[in-house]
């Protein structure tokens, strides 16, 4: 399959607001057959963790850690899914990867993007 492409992410504060978007690349299965989307994120020494997951409903499950902070969307017509990360701590620093759902439970897993807080 082809690959998502993640962008946004960068270094802030602790406090800040960073926004991360993926967009399924053009020809990619999961525009023509989608079934939601998640976001994972993995620190330095530690396994990967699932932050949220969203279903074409709309239906919402976050990390509790990242409850009332974060937010994810889903862009249907761009074939894209968003997340909103407001009031950072410096425990959110994590490479974060985004999985496009497809059809089947096919992960397409994005490059990630590094997400760098400080205190």
Not at 13 to 26: H, K, T, V, Y
Not at 38 to 66: C, F, H, M, N, T
């Amino acid at each position: 399959q082809l690959q998502p492409v993640e962008s946004g992410g960068g270094s802030v504060q602790a406090g800040g607001s960073l926004r991360l978007s993926c967009a399924a690349s053009p020809g990619s299965r999961y525009i023509y057959c989608k079934s939601g989307a998640k976001w994972y994120r993995q620190a330095p020494g530690k396994e990967r963790e699932q932050v949220s997951s969203i279903d074409l409903r709309g239906g919402v499950e976050y990390l509790d850690s990242v409850k009332g902070r974060f937010t994810t969307a889903l862009d249907n017509a761009k074939s894209a899914v968003s997340l909103q990360m407001n009031t950072l701590r410096h425990e959110d620093t994590a490479m974060y990867y985004c999985a496009l759902v497809e059809c089947g439970g096919i992960y397409d897993w994005g490059q990630g993007i590094q997400v760098t807080v400080s205190s």
